[in-house]
Every structure is written in C-alpha cells, then in structure tokens.
C-alpha cells in the first residue's frame, strides 16, 4: 500500500514524531509476485507435534532454509508451530516460551503459523481446552506483531496430516505474500483431497474461471489475478457497466458477459457463454454485490429485497443451475464480508445477506464436495479502493487505530489472492469455510 499518510509516519523526521505522539504507522505489507522468495528470511519449526517432521521436509523442498532451533543473529523469515500433539493446556507452555523469543527476531512481514487439530464437542474437556487455548494464543500474538508480519493457523481434523495437498497449499499461501491482509485467522483442513499443482505461480492453469461483479472493484481485481494464476476468464458484469467490462475482459483476455445475476436464467446463461467460448466451467466467484444502507428503522421494502436479491438469492438459484448440471470439479468461492460477522449498524439488509452467504457455503459443501468441487467464502474487512483514498488523511489515521493489528485497510489485490487460493484444486481439502480478510481489525471470531 502506498500513500501519503504510510509515507510520511515511516521517513526522515516526521517518522519520530509520529512514533512520539504514538500515531499508527502502517508498515507497507509484503505482497506476492511471482518469482519472489516464499518467504523473507530462514524459517523456525517448533514444537514436537506429529506434523513437525513433514513440515519441516516441505519447507526444504521449497528450498527454504529451516531450522529446529533458534539460530543465532538471524532474523527469521517465519516460525511454524508443530502444536498438534497438545493434551492438557500445560502442554502449551514449553513451546509457548520459545516462540516468544523466536518472534523477537522475526523479519518484517515475517509469518508466524501454527499447525493443531480443531477442538471438539467430544474430546476430553483438558484437549479440548488445550486446542482451544492455541488459537487464544495465536490470536492474541498476532495482535502483538509489528512490521506488517501476521499469525494464522492451519486446524488439522482427525486423520488429516500435515502433508496433506490442502495442508502444504494453506502453508505455502500463509507463508507468501498472498495471504498480507490475512491476520489472526484458522485455516481448516477437512479431508486429504486437493493436488499440488505442477507449478505453484500458475496454480489455476488451464481452468475457466467466471467472475461476476468483474467490471471494477475487488472484482475486476480478482479477474487480474485469476487470470496472472493462469485461469481463462468470463468476466460478469450489468449491461449498464459494459465498457468497464470489456476493458477488464480485454486486459486479461478473457471474455465478457454482460448479465444481471438476478436473472431467472443466469446460471444457465454463464454454464453457456463459458462452454461455448472456453469449453468448460471450473470456478464461479460469485463477487458480484449491492449495498443500500439504511437503519432498520428507516428501511423500505426496495432497498431491503435489492440487497438480498443480489448478494445471496442469485447465488443460490445460480449455485442450483451448476449442481443441476452436474459440472465435475466445480470450485465457488463467494464473498461474504465482515459485516456478515460482528454486524454494521445501518447494514441488516447486507449483513443478512452476507451472513447468509456463509450460512449457503456450509450447507452446501457436501453437495459440491460429491462432484469432486468444493465451495468456500472469503468475508473482507475494510477495504482500501479508489472511494476510500478520497477520505480525508486524518480520518484514516483515525480509523486504523481500529486496525490495531497491521493498522490500514487492504487492497482489492488481497482479497483476489485468498479467492484464487481457495478456488485451486489444492484447496479441496477446504470445503464449507469462510476466510477472513480483514487485518484482523474485527473483534471476536
Ligand atoms: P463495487 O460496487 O465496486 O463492485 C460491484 C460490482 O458488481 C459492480 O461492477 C456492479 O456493477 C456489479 N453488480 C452489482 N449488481 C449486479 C448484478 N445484479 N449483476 C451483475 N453484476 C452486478 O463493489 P466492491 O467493493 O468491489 O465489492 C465486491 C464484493 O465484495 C461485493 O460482494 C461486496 O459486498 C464485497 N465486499 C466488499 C468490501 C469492501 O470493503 N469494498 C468489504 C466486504 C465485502
């Protein structure tokens, strides 16, 4: 992220002022190019848990450069936390105390990421305070960091291990510079399904990716960076915004298809358009979304029905077009938003329908997951587009003391990357969820 206020509270004199007077100084965020090392610096595994050896040998393989223990005067790339092994939260303090010294010398935008298994209604209450008691401590580390380095986890379930292909893809996105805006979050792996792609900076190659809302936005980002994974793409926008499409769909050279996903028929119509030009249909981001503020009070009926129409009803009605016709492999990833989460006073209307989208996500992995395809959703924070650069420098300074954690918005670019991850076949092991990008600036889980 550039701009004016990152820059002026991190160079020459008005960098001490700033950090005198306790302003937030947003570190500039690591992001992903390809070609660019996985990580900045040399990665620390701790911990003893079952998954420590095979992540270990994962990260050699990726040419990293791995230790078991702290090496001296090095600043660490990232530190990864065997923590599958916990019986009793007395089991979290051996490792718990090294980590803390180990974070110490983490490199900016440096990672820290914990492997454990999910806790669960019919564990012993002493595993299951343990396996909870990690993610009280990986939230709140990530609270802790500086530099923009973030803190995620990966949840194993029963009988997954840490090799598996959704274990090694989650580890690799929340290594790299994908994952920036992802912070104080859980990854979980549900199944061992997925495959590593031949190359890991064109993971989408050769599939036909639909992204609808593409014609400015997240959405046009998510188009860019489908596509720069290797994806052909349709590009979905409304009649209304049918130059903006065609540039987006020019500029990654894919196709456009001007339609309201509120039609009757949209499902059909893209199974269509992408058959017919692409000859085929793997991934459907449904991005396209409204919102029409109003307190509950003041609420009418258009404004009410539109926001839902578009941002959920659509969905369901076009997800049931693609069940109906049975498309193998197909991968939906949907956009929910923060707001779906801790609520938005002056938003029922879209915090229901986004609410609603993660509520459709969950029931319907199984139904994809029985055509080899899965289904997920990503619920962005704040993010920074070209209507929030026109806030004045003051009231962002403002509003990223709410952001106590990398302390700025993201970027459209940072959502795109958690959709493109989750759309991959390496992603198949993660079927139902829905990932936060937010920053961690939301309180709660
Ligand atoms: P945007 O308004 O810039 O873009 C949305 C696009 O969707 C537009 O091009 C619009 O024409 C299209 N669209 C709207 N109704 C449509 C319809 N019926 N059929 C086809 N296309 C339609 O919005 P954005 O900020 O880029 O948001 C994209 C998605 O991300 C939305 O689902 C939004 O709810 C979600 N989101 C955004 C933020 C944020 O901070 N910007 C935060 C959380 C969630």
């Not at 998954?51 to 990864?80: F, I, K, M, N, T």
């Not at 979290?92 to 803390?100: H, I, M, P």
């Not at 420098?393 to 302390?407: D, I, K, Y």
């Amino acid at each position: 992220m550039t701009n004016q206020y990152q820059k002026l509270v991190n160079t020459g004199p008005a960098r001490e002022v700033a950090k005198r007077l306790g302003l937030p100084r947003p570190a500039e965020l690591r992001r992903f190019s390809p070609g660019e090392p996985l990580v900045p610096g040399p990665v620390l595994v701790l911990g003893s848990g079952a998954s420590a050896d095979p992540v270990a040998e994962q990260l050699l393989a990726w040419g990293l450069d791995v230790y078991r223990h702290q090496p001296q005067g090095r600043r660490l790339g990232a530190v990864v936390v065997a923590y599958d092994d916990v019986a009793h939260p007395g089991d979290l303090a051996d490792v718990a105390l090294e980590l803390g010294p180990a974070v110490r010398q983490l490199a900016p935008s440096g990672r820290v990421i914990t492997l454990s298994r999910p806790a669960r209604v019919r564990d012993e209450p002493a595993v299951a305070a343990a396996r909870r008691g990690i993610e009280g401590l990986l939230r709140s580390l990530a609270r802790e960091l500086r530099g923009g380095a973030t803190g995620n986890g990966i949840l194993l379930t029963d009988g997954v291990g840490a090799d598996a292909p959704s274990a090694v893809a989650a580890l690799r996105f929340l290594l790299s510079g994908r994952s920036a805006y992802v912070d104080g979050q859980f990854l979980t792996v549900g199944t061992d399904a997925g495959k590593a792609p031949e190359d890991w900076d064109r993971p989408l190659a050769e599939k036909v990716a639909v992204v609808t809302g593409a014609a400015r936005g997240i959405g046009a980002a998510i188009a860019r960076v489908l596509s720069r994974d290797g994806a052909r793409i349709v590009a979905v926008d409304v009649p209304a915004a049918g130059g903006a499409l065609s540039s987006v769909a020019n500029e990654v050279r894919g196709t456009a298809l001007q339609l309201d996903v509120t039609r009757a028929d949209a499902g059909h119509l893209i199974l269509e358009h992408a058959l017919e030009r692409h000859g085929g249909l793997d991934i459907v981001v449904h991005n396209a979304g409204i919102t029409r503020d109003k307190l509950l009070a003041n609420m009418d009926e258009a404004r009410w029905k539109s926001v839902l129409a578009v941002n959920i009803e659509s969905q369901l009605r076009m997800n049931e077009a693609f069940l109906d016709a049975g498309r193998d492999g197909l991968r939906i990833v949907s956009l929910a938003s923060t707001s779906g989460i801790a609520g938005n006073r002056g938003q029922t209307n879209y915090a229901a329908s986004k609410a609603g989208v993660m509520g459709m996500v969950e029931a319907s992995a199984s139904d994809f997951a029985e055509l080899g395809g899965g289904i997920n959703a990503v619920a962005p924070g704040f993010i920074e587009t070209e209507m929030t650069a026109k806030v004045p420098v003051a009231t962002r300074a403002v509003a990223r003391l709410l952001m106590p954690s990398l302390m700025q918005g993201g970027l459209p670019v940072d959502v795109a990357e958690a959709i493109a991850f989750l759309a991959s076949d390496a992603a198949a092991g993660i079927n139902g969820e829905t990932l936060r990008v937010c920053g961690q600036s939301l309180i709660g889980r």
